[in-house]
């Protein structure tokens, strides 16, 4: 079974910085791409960044302040979350494209999410 697992999220100030980290883990040749999501309160879930194939895309609302990275020796996602403001308040979401067989295509996992909150 493969597991995200999340660590991270909390409470911060506007203004503030927090880095969520993403672990991936079971049975997984390798990772296509990684990302993370956000599905604020009374909203969809939406797109908050993805990087894949070495290259790194970034909803509009978050350009300038949010870096995605991987460590690929750990199969890990980070992302730096910098100036953050309210309206960064969901829970985000870990999301991986992962290739679990030789011959297969790939199969997409989600974590369980953490919650960040930007409050004063």
């Known amino acids: 079974q493969v597991q995200l697992v999340e660590s991270g999220g909390g409470l911060v100030q506007p203004g503030g910085s927090l880095r969520l980290s993403c672990a991936a883990s079971?049975?997984?040749?390798?990772?296509?791409?990684m990302g993370w999501y956000r599905q604020a309160p009374g909203k969809q879930r939406e797109l908050v960044a993805v990087i894949i194939s070495g290259s790194t895309q970034y909803a509009d609302s978050v350009k300038g302040r949010f870096t995605i990275s991987r460590d690929n020796a750990k199969n890990t996602v980070y992302l730096q979350m910098n100036s953050l403001k309210p309206e960064d308040t969901a829970v985000y979401y870990c999301?991986?494209?992962?290739?679990?067989?030789?011959?297969?295509?790939?199969?997409?996992?989600w974590g369980q999410g953490t919650q960040v909150t930007v409050s004063s």
């Open positions: 999301n991986a494209d992962a290739y679990m067989t030789w011959t297969g295509g790939t199969t997409n996992f």
């Open positions: 079971g049975s997984i040749l390798s990772i296509k791409s």
